[in-house]
């Protein structure tokens, strides 16, 4: 593939680094952290800066990786520095009616689909339509794509009756996103066919490895007479279909009839990377079964893709764990050898191949000659952004799991809001753990899945049979008439079950509310018992932006947040309290903010507000002197230390 977005002159320049990424080039900053304020600085807009020929950059995968890498530290850490970045590089190509420019969809090239999961999440966590429009372009070509006489996508459409093993990551996991975005159940069928067509063709069954490309026709010089494949096995072009296969499965729906295939071929495809990793150095080579041909070398972007696929695929409970032990010998080993250090904390990533393909002008044969001659630079925008990939898997793994085989689950039927989505679909929606826009759960789902919870959500009205297996329960916001037609209030029988599921030990955490925002009489009766009665006001109401009037400092010593220093509340409902409950913050005026109450063996959490939903986490609105990224991890960390270690919950 050629380097579209940047060139080796490019990636040697350092453009003036804005204040974000100045703080996130201090050495004590996380690995991942280092890295990304090197893409910050290096690649500060969209634009490709060459000195002597100042151009704009074409629209072109190797931003969407780096972009994706963005995204998921921008996850992991709730910095709004990130999301601003992702944002402001795809607005330099995406118009406000939902134009792509530089993008032409008659090129039939798979590449160009890549950007379209950076341009899901704009969609996702903006709402604006045109993130979206651009995003239905991009499928638009899928749906026209050439494909070969069983289905499988052409490479590029001047790259006739040719699937690589590149393709599948360009194009699959933007596809089974999209699908899952709009409910298109037809879709999964086809993505998972591409797979399983790729290893029918390209696979080796002597080594498990595939091959990086295949030819329907046979016709291309470098494809094997009999049976279409090219000669070599490159470590990126597998890279590229681990990757794609997590990614995917992240998407695919649990009860689809061809899930198990793709999770036993990504499991296939674990064995032959494992097989292969250097004992010594815990890498992967260029060329992944010739490690002592002369001139073959370990090789970065190829490394950081297997250890992001086989770390995620424990993650996501798609590969056995054992499969960490190969992850972790890899990230080492690209920190030993690819991650260069400066006395200032900022990083290089060495060790890139800049690009390998197959045919094309001047010809590529795809001998063992030709990848060993292709130039091997620093900074390659394809390595760094898998770099970054890895690094936020490595950092969610080495993170404490507080939380290890417990479940949160979140209420979904007193809270049930009902909308139609971009497709005409019934969406639920208004803190949910899945969504990302400003009153989802999503950055708070991550939280306690970084600390080893299972989010789910519970659809029923609870009993002591559903949350049997809960070891926290959260109620969130209770639907009033003018949310829901019916809305699902709180009754004597499910205050019954969840006084007795709390006092046998359960945790549960109640979220209200202020005044006319939700139904506050009935969520009274179950606060009742716990010595809470929310007071039907509004407390903490902001005027347009000024955040101070919603400040809350929190005194030192607190019992529940170690970390952070200052919260914002907005409108929240106060509370009286009585019997066992006591007040864990006031605002300045005396109000009680947050409670907790023990009841029987268990405890109950208590704001007067949803609180944490994205708006107010994800970094993108509030002034970075407020701590409410860092206080809701404070208070997943405290809800774990409720828990007995032993409640197997």
């Known amino acids: 593939m050629k380097i579209t977005w940047i060139n080796t002159a490019v990636a040697l320049l350092i453009l003036k680094a804005s204040c974000s990424s100045v703080a996130f080039a201090q050495s004590n900053e996380p690995l991942s952290a280092r890295m990304a304020a090197k893409v910050m600085e290096i690649w500060a807009?969209?634009?490709?800066?060459?000195?002597?020929?100042?151009?704009?950059?074409?629209?072109?995968?190797?931003q969407g990786v780096i972009l994706e890498g963005i995204d998921g530290l921008w996850k992991r850490t709730g910095k709004g520095e990130y999301f601003k970045y992702m944002q402001k590089s795809m607005d330099f190509f995406v118009t406000k009616d939902g134009i792509i420019q530089r993008y032409k969809p008659q090129d039939y090239n798979i590449d160009n689909i890549k950007n379209g999961r950076s341009l899901l999440t704009l969609y996702k966590v903006t709402g604006q339509m045109k993130y979206?429009?651009?995003?239905?372009?991009?499928?638009e070509q899928l749906k026209g794509h050439p494909r070969t006489k069983e289905g499988g996508f052409w490479h590029k459409k001047i790259y006739p009756n040719q699937m690589w093993l590149d393709g599948l990551y360009m194009g699959q996991p933007f596809y089974a996103e999209y699908a899952a975005l709009v409910n298109d159940q037809a879709a999964f069928d086809d993505i998972a066919n591409q797979f399983v067509l790729m290893e029918k063709h390209s696979k080796d069954l002597k080594t498990g490895l595939l091959y990086h490309g295949w030819d329907e026709s046979k016709e291309q010089k470098w494809a094997n007479p009999v049976t279409g494949q090219s000669p070599n096995f490159w470590g990126r072009a597998m890279g590229w279909y681990a990757m794609a296969l997590v990614?995917?499965?992240?998407?695919?729906?649990?009860?689809?009839?061809?899930?198990?295939?793709?999770?036993?071929?990504?499991?296939?495809?674990?064995?032959?990377?494992?097989?292969y990793q250097d004992p010594k150095s815990g890498l992967w080579y260029d060329i992944l079964d010739q490690p002592n041909a002369k001139g073959n070398y370990p090789e970065a972007s190829a490394s950081a893709m297997f250890v992001y696929s086989l770390a995620k695929g424990v993650r996501l409970g798609d590969l056995p764990v054992s499969y960490l032990a190969v992850a972790e010998r890899g990230y080492h080993g690209i920190e030993k050898v690819f991650v260069e250090h400066f006395p200032d904390g900022k990083v290089n990533l060495k060790g890139t191949v800049s690009v390998s393909g197959l045919g094309g002008k001047p010809y590529r044969d795809g001998s063992f000659a030709y990848y060993m001659s292709e130039p091997v630079i620093s900074n390659d925008p394809k390595?760094?952004?898998?770099?970054?990939?890895?690094?936020?898997?490595?950092?969610?793994?080495?993170?404490?799991?507080?939380?290890?085989?417990?479940?949160?689950?979140?209420?979904?039927y007193f809270n049930h809001e009902i909308k139609k989505d971009q497709s005409g679909n019934d969406l639920s929606w208004h803190y949910k753990w899945a969504e990302r826009a400003n009153g989802g759960f999503s950055m708070w789902a991550g939280i306690f899945e970084r600390n080893g919870f299972k989010a789910k959500?519970?659809?029923?009205?609870?009993?002591?049979?559903?949350?049997?297996?809960?070891?926290?329960?959260?109620?969130?916001?209770?639907?009033?008439?003018?949310?829901?037609?019916?809305?699902?209030?709180?009754?004597?029988?499910?205050?019954?079950?969840?006084?007795?599921w709390v006092k046998a030990g359960g945790l549960l955490v109640l979220m209200a509310n202020d005044t006319g925002n939700t139904e506050l009489d009935h969520f009274n009766q179950l606060a009742k018992p716990f010595g809470v009665q929310f007071n039907k006001d509004s407390k903490g109401r902001v005027n347009k932006n000024e955040y101070e009037t919603a400040r809350i400092d929190i005194p030192a010593r607190n019992s529940i947040f170690?970390?952070?220093?200052?919260?914002?509340?907005?409108?929240f409902s106060s509370f009286t309290l009585s019997g066992t409950a006591v007040a864990v913050v006031k605002d300045s005026a005396g109000n009680n903010v947050i409670a907790i109450s023990k009841y029987g063996k268990g405890t109950v959490f208590v704001i007067g507000d949803p609180w944490l939903y994205n708006e107010y986490v994800d970094g993108r609105k509030l002034p970075a002197d407020y701590d409410n990224f860092t206080a809701a991890t404070d208070l997943v960390q405290w809800l774990a230390k409720q828990l007995p270690s032993t409640s197997g919950k």
């Open 457 to 500: 959500e519970l659809s029923e009205a609870p009993t002591l049979k559903n949350l049997s297996n809960a070891a926290v329960y959260i109620i969130v916001d209770p639907d009033t008439e003018k949310e829901s037609p019916k809305p699902n209030y709180i009754e004597s029988n499910h205050i019954k079950d969840l006084t007795a």
């Open 247 to 275: 990614d995917v499965l992240e998407y695919f729906p649990k009860d689809h009839s061809k899930r198990k295939t793709l999770e036993e071929i990504l499991n296939r495809t674990a064995v032959a990377i494992k097989k």
């Open 562 to 571: 170690k970390n952070a220093k200052r919260l914002f509340v907005k409108e």
């Open 383 to 412: 390595g760094v952004g898998a770099f970054l990939l890895a690094a936020n898997e490595m950092e969610w793994i080495s993170a404490g799991k507080p939380g290890k085989g417990k479940t949160v689950m979140l209420d979904n």
């Open 132 to 139: 979206f429009k651009a995003a239905t372009a991009l499928r």
């Open 45 to 62: 807009d969209s634009l490709n800066l060459n000195p002597e020929q100042p151009k704009p950059v074409k629209w072109a995968y190797d």
